[in-house]
């Protein structure tokens, strides 16, 4: 199927991570033009080379996206560099706060905030201006299932994360009548090459792995791969319709099963 992105440009943050350089790599497939957006500029080179390699257009481009006049300077680089943005994937976050509430540490809540939420506003408020204006725009912020239903130990993470889908339904309404659609990703765990391993071998190597993939029903653990080809349809030309969704990619680990 031709998802119609070959004359599309593509802007990934956190592409240098394990989830943002598959996104990466699948809308290259699709003939898009990627940008890797990254605080870290070597991540963000290796998958642009990555890219690359494949025969796709890439660029590694750094920036720190709680820092507005940086995002600010580096979209209007981009936006001239490419000739505009049509694709934004809000993929950049950070995940490794663990603490229960009465023991939560103040400065990770604040970097939570500040790269999860500010970073998806700050980038988002300098490319959608010019979806709207072209009337022609794909947004998919990414979520997670402790967005959904909370996560223990994970205050600031399912805060922000709770927080990226109702910003995402806004964009929706209000880009619906310029041709922008924003839709939401909620992943469960992504593991890579450990979800390829049956339940008695993951508890072998990881008990937390394996207490998840026990009560997933389809007995397995995600890959970045079930996650970025969803990513992709949602920014096709087949996708024009769907706007202001919550899509998970859980293996139906949040249904009720008994």
């Known amino acids: 199927m031709d998802f119609g992105l070959d004359d599309k440009t593509a802007l990934v943050t956190g592409g240098g991570g394990r989830i943002g350089s598959v996104d990466c790599e699948v809308l290259a497939e699709e003939g898009a033009e990627i940008v890797v957006l990254d605080v870290d500029l070597d991540a963000a ?25 940086d995002v600010a300077n580096t979209v209007a680089s981009v936006e001239e560099e490419t000739g505009g943005i049509d694709v934004l994937i809000n993929n950049a976050g950070m995940v490794d706060a663990r603490s229960q509430l009465k023991d939560f540490e103040d400065d990770l809540w604040d970097r939570d905030v500040s790269v999860n939420l500010d970073g998806t506003y700050n ?3 300098e490319v959608f201006p010019n979806m709207l204006e072209r009337e022609w725009g794909r947004i998919v912020n990414m979520s997670s299932i402790a967005g959904w239903q909370g996560g223990f130990g994970q205050a600031s993470y399912a805060a922000t994360k709770a927080a990226l889908i109702g910003f995402g339904k806004t964009l929706a309404l209000e880009g619906a009548q310029s041709g922008v659609t924003c839709n939401v990703v909620a992943p469960s765990i992504v593991v890579g090459a450990f979800a390829d391993m049956d339940v008695d071998q993951l508890e072998k190597m990881d008990e937390y792995f394996a207490r998840i993939a026990k009560a997933t029903p389809m007995r397995r653990l995600g890959t970045e791969e079930d996650v970025a080809n969803l990513v992709a349809f949602l920014c096709s030309e087949q996708a024009n319709y769907i706007t202001g969704q919550v899509i998970g990619v859980t293996g139906g680990v949040d249904l009720f099963s008994f």
């Open 45 to 69: 080179q290796n998958t642009a080379d990555e890219v690359e390699a494949v025969g796709a257009t890439a660029h590694a481009v750094e920036c720190d996206l709680t820092d507005r006049t």
């Open 123 to 125: 980038v988002t408020r």
